[in-house]
């Protein structure tokens, strides 16, 4: 049985992406008592905003780029 085999479109990926940033918003909401708080980011917080918000900037992979087939 292969592994990682799914396939989804970009529109899906971006889909599951801003889910995932709408629950680590509520999770900082929960922790600071404010969606909108002065309070920074923590170190995790920080990585998965960076990581997630990196996809929404440009298409990944980059046009033209290719991957090895096994």
């Given at each position: 049985m292969p592994l990682f085999r799914r396939r989804?479109?970009?529109?899906?990926?971006?889909?599951?992406?801003?889910?995932?940033?709408?629950?680590?918003?509520?999770?900082?909401?929960?922790?600071?008592g404010d969606p909108c708080s002065d309070l920074p980011l923590d170190d995790f917080?920080?990585?998965?905003?960076?990581?997630?918000?990196?996809?929404?900037d440009a298409p990944y992979p980059p046009p033209g780029h290719g991957y090895p087939r096994r």
């Open positions: 989804e479109t970009a529109a899906q990926d971006q889909a599951r992406s801003a889910r995932f940033l709408d629950g680590m918003e509520a999770a900082y909401a929960r922790r600071t917080e920080d990585v998965i905003a960076e990581a997630a918000g990196a996809e929404f």
